[in-house]
């Protein structure tokens, strides 16, 4: 999703190869920052199932690592709060516990999704049958 050269340079004062630099080194640091996250989910061991997992991002990969979640198993075997984080309710005050991707911006219907198709992945549960209403119609002729 780079911008154009051509379009940086519409901004004043730059010019195409300036732009085009520009360019160049954002890149560089998005591929720097793919190979850091690649090694560092190698280094928690990780598995390569899991880090080429559906919507998984680089950094999502390395938090799962960290929370000791390197497989789709171990993925499948998580529940939402596992990933999201829970409050827990003790003699008044609120404790909060923190889930693998605390800290990161991922809703607890995506941490469900991911856990659902890992699930679905292992075999555990079959994919949901999409019904299509139509042909159902049609058939009750």
């Not at 019904?131 to 159902?136: G, L, R, T």
């Amino acid at each position: 999703s780079m911008v154009d050269p051509h379009e940086i340079a519409s901004i004043d004062g730059l010019d195409e190869n300036t732009a085009a630099e520009l360019q160049a080194r954002a890149k560089a640091y998005l591929d720097n920052q793919a190979a850091a996250f690649e090694d560092k989910r190698k280094a928690l061991g990780v598995s390569d199932e899991l880090a080429g997992f559906v919507s998984l991002s680089p950094p999502m990969v390395v938090a799962l690592g960290e929370a000791g979640i390197k497989t789709v198993e171990d993925l499948a075997d998580c529940a939402t709060d596992d990933l999201t984080g829970w409050n827990e309710r003790k003699d008044g005050t609120t404790i909060k516990h923190k889930g693998a991707f605390t800290g990161m911006d991922v809703p607890a219907d995506e941490a469900n999704n991911l856990i659902m198709s890992a699930r679905i992945s292992m075999g555990w549960i079959e994919a949901p049958v999409v019904v299509d209403a139509e042909a159902e119609a049609e058939e009750a002729v």
